[in-house]
């Protein structure tokens, strides 16, 4: 290895070598490694190394040089044979100490995931093109949660036969032998994270603190509310860094959960299925990623559901009272979230995504590939914040629901 390093060396500082190796024919290369590799003289003085002659693989000895010129040869081939060391073993080090630590780490992280979800199997039903149902899987990702995914066909939906709730997303989590059922994709996600913040705590017992209520809306009529949907159960010992303006962080992304089901996920059909044309497009992308594609199931998805959604966009506009330009309020919730966001953090969780920027993430991520998406990133704010969560997500890099 030393001997290719010289010889790589004297080509640099040798004024008689030329470019002539990118010149010989393969054959003619592979004769003149060979060569190069036996021949061992080179690693004596300058007046004993050869060169190769561009016209065969023949060892032509090169012009002589003077006493001076070899001296200064030999001084700066040895001058960059050290340097090149030196900073190579320093990078060799430096390389082992870091993948050391961070398969440590990893290790730990998975070590710790295995043991809570040993003997614990979870199902997800979605829908590729459902908001709720993509934060609610990229919450699982983010937090290395194991489960399967099952896509639901957005007509048939012969796969949730047997659940309970007749929406998505839902979760069924089995264990030994028992099945529980969570609908809804804020309580799917409260749920999971109490379940990792608490010890002595099951699945089960933790979804009775999640009680549901009947309540009386604007129209008149009976809604089903889920209390404290927005909230983790968490251990009395559990205190929380206050943020800047001594906002409690709980609080805080408990506010901006609320505002993303309420609020955002509402101006993501009006947008993504604004025209037959987009509607067409959104289906048409969407049933290319999932397990319909090529199917005639696919294809009564991507026209009779396109067709649907563009119906329905228009009825939650007028339900919602959006903007004529739908566009624009897109752009003012986006920059309305970054805002608050601030200048002096990463994510509403501070280095590292909460469940407010999970959430937020899974609304927009729908858009993802579509023309209005690209106008999202142009015409507001959220390009760089949407990049860096999409990054940490795909890197299981989620905030740590465990109390510190």
Excluded at 79 to 94: M, N, P, Q, T
Aim: net charge positive.
């Amino acid at each position: 290895m030393s001997s290719l390093c010289t010889y790589a060396l004297r080509r640099v500082v040798n004024p008689h070598s030329q470019s002539f190796f990118s010149r010989l024919t393969l054959n003619n290369r592979k004769a003149a490694l060979i060569n190069c590799v036996r021949h061992t003289e080179w690693t004596q003085s300058p007046a004993a190394f050869h060169r190769f002659s561009p016209a065969s693989t023949q060892l032509v000895d090169p012009p002589q040089k003077t006493e001076n010129q070899s001296s200064l040869h030999k001084w700066l081939r040895k001058s960059l044979l050290f340097l090149s060391c030196g900073f190579g073993a320093y990078v060799f080090k430096s390389s082992l100490h870091y993948a050391s630590c961070f398969r440590e780490d990893e290790i730990k992280q998975d070590m710790l995931v295995d043991d809570k979800w040993k003997g614990i199997n979870i199902k997800l039903f979605q829908y590729q093109t459902c908001p709720f149902c993509s934060k609610t899987r990229f919450f699982m990702r983010a937090h290395n949660i194991p489960f399967e995914d099952i896509e639901v066909h957005p007509i048939f939906k012969k796969e949730t036969k047997r659940a309970k709730s007749k929406k998505v997303p839902v979760v069924f989590v089995e264990k030994d032998g028992e099945v529980l059922e969570i609908a809804d994709s804020s309580l799917i996600m409260s749920v999971l994270s109490s379940y990792l913040v608490n010890d002595n705590l099951s699945i089960t017992e933790i979804m009775k603190l999640y009680p549901h209520t009947t309540q009386i809306d604007d129209d008149g009529k009976k809604k089903d509310v889920i209390l404290n949907k927005y909230w983790l159960i968490h251990d009395e010992e559990y205190k929380p860094a206050e943020v800047a303006d001594g906002v409690d962080p709980r609080k805080e992304e408990a506010q901006w959960r609320a505002w993303t089901d309420d609020y955002l996920v509402h101006l993501i059909s009006p947008n993504v299925y604004r025209t037959l044309r987009e509607a067409y497009q959104a289906f048409d992308h969407h049933v290319s990623l999932g397990r319909f594609q090529g199917t005639w199931e696919g294809v009564i998805a991507k026209y009779g559901g396109a067709v649907a959604m563009w119906a329905i966009s228009k009825r939650l506009k007028k339900k919602y009272n959006i903007s004529e330009n739908v566009r624009i309020d897109l752009y003012k919730a986006c920059n309305t979230w970054v805002e608050a966001i601030g200048k002096h953090r990463k994510f509403m969780g501070g280095d590292k995504p909460n469940l407010a920027d999970i959430s937020v993430f899974g609304v927009l991520w729908v858009m993802e590939g579509l023309d209005c998406f690209e106008e999202v990133l142009t015409h507001s704010k959220i390009k760089k914040w949407y990049y860096r969560t999409k990054q940490a997500i795909e890197e299981h890099n989620g905030q740590k629901l465990i109390p510190r």
